[in-house]
């Protein structure tokens, strides 16, 4: 039975129970952030980049505490993220039971859905949630928590200013300016850059090879040798879709001699690392998020299994790529054990903070103050991931490098996987997305309040709404 045969009363059911508990709960709050205009244009109080998870959770949180809230996203409706798009994975990798972006309500978790529509045997008997049910479900929450997104709404830049943002937008419309004291980066894994291109692939024409992270139809790979370079979990997606469309033969090459085990960053994921880790010590932040990438995430188990049912596939261990040369029909690839005849190259190399790869920036990217400007780690300890992260402050909000002249550019707060070393794993993947959804949240309102203190002192004096009137008693006099 399909998703679309399910009757839908077990949904309608629960969208009451939800909204019965947004009502116990006097969800959301009435706006309370004064109005403002920029230009003769109204302003927006927040304006999210970002229409996937983190920026869905992070505008319901907003919202919640009665901030006006809109997302723009470059999608098609319903294509938000990666999840229906770019991710190859059957199943998610996190367990089932995670509440994701829930926000503390459990009608509006996953699990909820789920067992409104298939029961709580289908429940127990599930595994792992499937990619695409994923996106349905997020689909869902986006309509039953009234999420104002702007879908195939391209920014292009975004100009801080000393008391608001402007962002530059491009739209079904043509283009716009728009306005936000606000304005937060939900945008995903590589939401500072893009995906890692090694040095070796540079001279090779685009046509021969994609990176993981690229929208392509794996059905033109059927009957090509592929290489896929890394042994991630992308890595092994790729590859198992590459044979599941009939690639003639797919060469996993892999750096390491053997492939990771163990995944050391689950062993970290309780609540004190999810709320401590923000105020450790810079020294920890580094020794922890280093160690992570030093170990590296294994590839599931499923994902792996997977690849290695098909005869043609093989696993080559200690085969770090040393060069790529073009050769007539076919790709030559070198290895410390072996040089690959590869008619496709797939690079599952991960993302990098690349300002350059991201015209949005122009603007903002020289003056962002990133961790190698204020922190230097020990010997031995060299990351140029953690290296060029942004060092932003404790409501995800860029910082100025010293001697930067840009107003406004604290404005702009970074809810996406480069705030990780300051923040830790809080804003991209889905264990912990609800924590720093309502720390960004929290934030910002802190934020939108102070800079309008006066606006609130005055509206406070203001206020003549009487809760006694005077009828309540008589005066006794001098009796």
């Not at 009502?23 to 109080?45: I, K, M, R, Y």
């Not at 809230?69 to 294509?79: L, N, P, S, Y």
């Not at 039971?97 to 067992?115: D, H, K, N, V, Y």
């Not at 993302?351 to 961790?371: G, K, N």
Request: glycine content about 10%; aromatic content about 8%; some cysteine.
């Amino acid at each position: 039975m399909t998703l679309a045969t399910i009757p839908r009363s077990g949904l309608g059911h629960l969208e009451q129970r939800l909204a019965q508990d947004m009502a116990w709960l006097d969800l959301p709050a009435t706006p309370w952030v004064p109005q403002a205009e920029f230009n003769g244009s109204e302003a927006l109080d927040v304006a999210i980049i970002g229409g996937g998870m983190a920026g869905m959770a992070a505008a319901v949180s907003l919202k919640n505490l009665g901030v006006r809230v809109r997302i723009f996203d470059e999608a098609k409706e319903g294509f938000e993220g990666p999840w229906a798009t770019t991710a190859r994975m059957e199943t998610l990798r996190s367990p089932k039971q995670l509440t994701g972006p829930a926000l503390g309500l459990p009608a509006l978790t996953f699990r909820a859905w789920f067992e409104a529509q298939f029961g709580a045997a289908a429940w127990e008997a599930l595994d792992k949630i499937p990619r695409l049910q994923w996106m349905d479900y997020l689909r869902w929450y986006r309509r039953v928590m009234d999420v104002d997104i702007r879908n195939e709404h391209q920014v292009r830049n975004i100009v801080p200013r000393a008391d608001h943002v402007e962002l530059h937008v491009v739209g079904p419309g043509g283009p716009e300016l728009v306005y936000a004291r606000r304005v937060v980066l939900a945008t995903g894994r590589a939401g500072l850059g893009g995906a890692y291109v090694p040095d070796f692939m540079q001279p090779i024409a685009r046509e021969r090879w994609a990176h993981s992270s690229d929208d392509m139809d794996y059905a033109q790979l059927r009957g090509l040798r592929v290489g896929v370079v890394g042994a991630g979990a992308s890595a092994m997606d790729s590859a198992a879709t590459a044979l599941e469309n009939g690639a003639a033969r797919v060469d996993l090459l892999i750096r390491r001699t053997d492939i990771p085990r163990v995944n050391k960053g689950k062993g970290a994921g309780n609540p004190g690392f999810t709320h401590g880790y923000l105020q450790l010590p810079d020294e920890w932040k580094w020794r922890i998020r280093h160690y992570i990438n030093q170990q590296q995430v294994p590839p599931p188990r499923g994902s792996t299994l997977r690849v290695s049912r098909h005869a043609n596939a093989y696993f080559n261990l200690g085969c770090p790529v040393e060069a790529v040369h073009e050769r007539p029909g076919h790709l030559e690839v070198q290895t410390p054990r072996k040089t690959f005849e590869l008619d496709f190259l797939i690079l599952s190399t991960g993302f990098l903070v690349d300002w350059s790869a991201r015209s949005e920036y122009a603007t903002i990217a020289p003056h962002i103050r990133v961790w190698s400007d204020r922190y230097q780690p020990g010997e031995g300890a060299d990351d140029q991931e953690l290296a060029n992260s942004p060092d932003v402050g404790p409501s995800f909000e860029f910082q100025a490098k010293e001697g930067s002249n840009l107003p406004g550019l604290s404005r702009v707060h970074c809810f996406c996987y480069p705030a990780t070393l300051t923040h830790g794993q809080v804003s991209g993947d889905i264990p912990a997305i609800s924590d720093g959804a309502q720390r960004l949240a929290k934030g910002i309102v802190s934020l939108l309040y102070r800079e309008n203190i006066e606006q609130h002192y005055a509206a406070m004096q203001a206020f003549s709404e009487p809760e006694v009137y005077g009828d309540e008693w008589v005066d006794a006099g001098a009796k």
